[in-house]
Every structure is written in C-alpha cells, then in structure tokens.
C-alpha cells in the first residue's frame, strides 16, 4: 500500500498464515512422530501470531492515533473468487480496531490456552491431533476476523464451526461428546442457514445497486475503484444502505434491508448461542476444558457479536434489524443467568454465564444507533475483558477439574487450602465478571448500562441490572461451594495445585482481568467522534454495584457452610426450581419438535414416498426391462436353421410388400 | 422327336420355373438338414440356381454381351471358395465337437 505503512502492515496475512502452516505442518508432519514437539510447535507458531498482531495494533495506531480517525485499511488482498464481471469475491487482511481487537483477544487468549494445553492435556492419547485441531481453529477464527468481505468471513465461519465440532466431540469414544459435537453443528448449521440466505440476499442486491452507487459517489475518483459488492466496506456504506432500504421490493411487508440483517443476525445468535438457538453450548462443554476456555467462551462464540459489530452501520441502519439484536441480546442474557443459579457442572454454570455475557454484548449492540454509538464500543469493550476473565474461569475450572477428577461442584469444596494460586487467580475472575470496581468487568458492564440506559431502553437497562445481580449470585455460589468450606470428595481430599505450565497463564490472565478496565477503549474504538470515557455515572454504577453486592450476600448466606439454607430454599420453591434446573425444558422442547413433529409426521412420510415412489419407480423401470429382456431372449434358440427360418420369412414378407406396392 | 423338341423348345417362364424349383429344393433342405455338410449341399444348389438364373436370362436377353454367362462363372469360383471355408469350419467343428448334427450347435441360446 503507501509507503510509510509499516512491515507489519504490508505483511499482516502472516498472522492468520501462521497458525495454518503450523496447522498442517504439525498434523502431517509431526504430530504422528513426536507427540511433545506437537505441542511445543503449535504454541510457537501461536506466539508468533501473537506478537504479530501487537506489532500490527502497535503500527496502525501509530500511523492513526487514538483519540482520531480510525479508517478500515485493507493492507493485503488478492481476488479469489471471480462470479462474474463486476462481482469478486477477495482474501485479505482487513485493519482496523475492532479487527485489531479480536486479533489482539484471539492470539492471546489462543496462545495462553495451548500452553495452558501442554500441561493439561499432559499424556492424553490424541495430544497431537489435540493442538492440530487447536491450530486450525486459531487460524479460522483469525481468517474471520480480519475478513474484508462476508465471502470470505462466511468460509472461516463453517470452518471455525467445524474445527470446534471436532474439539467438542474430541473424545470421540465418549458417547455424550459425540452426542454433543453433533448437536453443536447441527444447530449452529440450521442458523448459518439464515446466514447464507442473508449474504445471497445481501450480495445479489448489492451487485445490482453497485453500478449505481459507484456513480454516485464517484468510486473510481475516490480510489475506491477495486471495491466489491460483497466487501464489508461497501455494505456499511450509507449510500448503499439507503437505496437498498428505499428498493421497493419487500418481503411480508418488512424490507429487504431489515430482512437480510436479521437473517446474518440469525447466524450471528446461532454462533453467539442466543436463546433459542442457545442449546449447543451448555452440551459442548464436553469438550476438554481448555477448548471451553478459548472457543466456548473467549473466542468463537463472540464471533456473532463481532459480525454484528462489523455491519453495525447496516443494522444500525435498518433499526428493526438493530432491535432484534438488543431484545433478543437482553433475554438471553436474563434466561441464561436464571439457569446459571441452579446447575451443578461448574463448566455449564460457566457456559450459562457465557451465555449470559454474549447476550450482555448483544444488547449493548442492539440499543446503539448510527448518532448514539456508545454501545457499539461498550460491546467492544466487554468482548475484550470478558474473554480474559471467562478464559480464566474455565481455566481455573479446568484445574480443579484436573486435580479433583469431577465437574460436579457438591464433589468439591476447601479447596482454597490446597490450590492456592488456582483460588486466587479464580476469585479475580469472579470479581471482575461480577463487576466489582475496580476489575476489568465492572468498567464494560458500566459503559454497556450506561448505553442502555442512555440510548432510553429502560426495560432492557432493568434486565441488565437484574442480569448483573444474578451474574455476581451464581458466580460467587461456585465459587464458595468449590473453595470454602470442607472438602466434600475423595477428589477433594487429595487435591493438589497445578503445574507451573498451568497457573503461569492463569496468572497472566488474572493480571490482565484485573487491570484491561482501565484501557481507554472509547479513544480507539468508536464510530464517528470519539465520544470520550464518559466517566462514573452513579445513576448506573450504584443499582449495578448494589445487586452485585447483593447477589454476592445472598450466595453467602446460602452456600458458605454446609448449604442447608440451599437446599431448604429449593425445596420451598419446588417446581419453579426444578424447571430452571431443567433450563427450562427447552431440550425437551427441541426433541419433541424434532423428533415427534419433524421426524415423526414429515421425515418419515417422505422416507416412505422416497422408498416406494421414487425407488420404487426406479425398481419398476429396471424391473420392466429385465423381464422384457428375459422373454425376448427366448427368441435366441440358438439354432441357426430357426434363425435361417426367421431370415426367410422376413425376406418373403418384405417381398410380399414390395411387390403389392409396386403392382 | 428332335423336332417335337425343336418346335417345343422350353422358353423363359419354363427355364424361370426351374430355377425356382431348384433354389426351393435348396431352400428347404438348408432349413431342414440337421448334417452340416447336407446344408453346404443344400446351399450349393441354391447357387446353382441363381447362376442358372444369370444363364436363362442371357440366352433370353436381346443384346448378345455374354455377361450373364460371366457372372455364371464368377459364381462357380465363389461357390468352390465358399465351400472350402464351409467345409473348413465343419471339419474344426468336427474335431471339437465329435459331431456335426446342427442341432446340437446351439450354444448361443438365450
């Protein structure tokens, strides 16, 4: 590009690049020899992506400082896919800070897990096959993140899918895995579905408004001459988005331009896991522990979010489109932390709280508009620490995991004596995603409150609030049952702390748990004017800090001693608690749907018209020519004079005819 | 007698009507004889006929070209190649078979 642009940014496809070398050179090469150099190989080439990515974030705002104009730079692309005149589909490396962002949030996190892994999946039998897989995944995360065209960003969609299909049914001879990983891709599938619906929508539109929008706004004068119709940057465009809004053209009376967002958004929730497509994730954790700390929770399901950010403009645009998201957002977030305060599994209460966070994400999203953007880079900024401290959380469970051999909390408990470190690094996490000042959480649920709050949705502000609440409730009830009180297990009783390889990174993370609330987000991430940290506003930060400390109280009064209070609480509420504890029975709706309505009243109609129509016509055609070849072969005697005969009389008669004709 | 013959010297319909009884006795001994070498016998006859055919009409025909007496000839020569290879092939389908009963060739049924 221009000449004072920096290495980095001239050679940035290294940092997708590198993970996939590695991706392959470890799955071919070394992993089937040397199961140790496996690993060590994988976490290099992770590192290396990682300190790519800050040179990358340390050049660009370098050239672009914070506090002013961010614009989308996209340093390295070539064509790929040619449609058709006029319609390309590019690879490349897009720049700018929220890519900058997710790259920074994926290598780390990324490279702190497969060390994390070298210790954790310490003499497991697929250890090599492990950190391929591991590679794959870092290297389609980041191909999503830096895409600069929804071509390419749908491609490392499936593939971030399918390398997180094959970590969760890693134990792949543990039915409830394989159950689990099939589940996941199915479901997250049927909502790509919607997906790829919404790029067809979007690309066949805006190919055919392209013409018109490079002549108006005179693209080929502006340098914008290269620009596809499926580049991010053109379907952000407003000049675009208002002549797709204004196209006459409408579906059930929605238009189009609301239509093609909630189908992406539709992706977006199946990824993001937002209710009710939701049900993959609490079963994925399946997977080995570190996967859920780096795909189930850091990166791969805010991978919804970050597509909704990354055509903000359009669903800002759109408005319907942009409600959808912060309601649908708002729901999740409350419906997962109800069910977050009654589960057992401490990876599932983290896996609800993840949910419960995305939705978080989603909402401060949706109630963001094109004038009012504060949400937009709240979102960002909860993306940012959440990865961190959810990263730690399921790094600390997988550490208690390791040492205590059960995932059930009632099966722990003192644990605090035994692994010291494990329980510190812990204890920030739960403070900082309660929101406690002055942890990383407490600063992006401020600015998502204050958006919501801002932005006039004050339902949603109140589910927010309550949200935060509920957070700091079921948060703090792992917490006390796993490290207070008397060990409950034989596991628990000989607990030891885990290897340097393990708690180094989760010390790291708990650092930056602790500190990343302080970053400025709002001076690098913004749209239009930077708006400026908008300082502590107490009419957000009491009632936040004030459930949080409530939550925080009443899971101490429960569950610090023996939990006789719990438990008589639970029976009181009965029913009600037992259909939270079942989530709702929304698996039981899903296999009902499924499997009574779906398979029961139309599969197997079509499996029956499939097998006798359609075989069955095949069958008959076959059927009819082998018995019509069986009676004509009767014909072959074998007997040269019969066929002489035949020969004869056939002569004759066409002599009979030819001579009746002829006279 | 030589003139009864003279002034009832057979013509065309009688020499035709011969030819076609030949070539039937032919026809239905090809059809009908299970020997082998009986059904080349039968087929020489029928080219007989056929070549007695070319005769008949050159001895009728206006023009006095010979050419149906040529093609009398041709015939002879191809009658004798064609029952070298006939005969040929049914002494191999002797020695294989150890008979030449047509009827028993039948291993081309359906």
Known sequence: MDGDSGWMMQHAWLIPALPLVSFAVVGLLISPYWKKGAGVIATLSIVASMVCAYVLAWEYFTLYPAGGEHPILVPWSFEWLRYQPGLAANVGVLVDPISLLLMIVVTTVSALVHIYSNAYMHGDYGFGRYFTFLNLFTFSMLGLVVAPDIIQMYVCWELVGVSSFLLIGFYYNKPSAVAASKKAFIVTRFADLGFLVGVLLLSFYGYRIFPDWSAEVGAVANGLAGTQPVDFQYLNDPVFLAKFAALDTTFLGISLLTLSMCLVFMGAAGKSAMFPLHIWLPDAMEGPTPVSALIHAATMVVAGVYLVARLFPAFAFSGTAALLVAYVGAFTSLFAAVIGTTQDDIKRVLAFSTLSQLGYMMLALGVSTAEHTLGYTASMFHLFTHAFFKALLFMGAGAVIHAVHTNSIWEMGGLWRKMPITHITFLVATLAISGIWPFAGFFSKDEILAAALGSGHYVIFGVAVLVAGLTAFYMFRIYFVTFWGKGRGAGAAHAHEAPALMWMPMALLAVLSAVTGFFPMAEYVHLGEAEGHHGINLAVVIPATLFALIGIAMAASLYIGDGHRAVALAKMLGSVHQTIKQKFYIDEVYLFITHRIIFHRIARPIAWFDKRMVDGGVDASGWATRSGGRALSLLQTGQVQTYGLWFTGGVAFVVLILWSALV | ?110
């Not at chain 2, 032919?26 to 070498?37: F, K, P, Q, S």
């Not at chain 2, 001895?59 to 007496?69: E, L, V």
């Not at chain 2, 020569?77 to 060739?105: F, K, S």
Request: net charge neutral; glycine share 6%; hydrophobic share 60%.
């Open chain 2, 1 to 110: 007698m030589i003139e009864l013959l003279a002034r009832h010297s057979p013509g065309l319909p009688e020499w035709l009507t011969l030819c076609v009884v030949l070539y039937s006795i032919g026809l239905y001994g090809l059809l009908t004889r299970r020997n082998a070498i009986a059904m080349l016998m039968a087929v020489e006859i029928m080219l007989n006929a056929a070549a007695l055919n070319f005769v008949v009409f050159d001895r009728f025909s206006t023009n006095q070209q010979a050419d149906g007496q040529v093609m009398a000839l041709f015939v002879i020569v191809m009658a004798a190649a064609e029952i070298v290879v006939g005969m040929a092939i049914v002494v191999a389908l002797y020695r294989m078979r150890g008979t030449v009963d047509i009827n028993q060739m039948n291993s081309m049924r359906g």
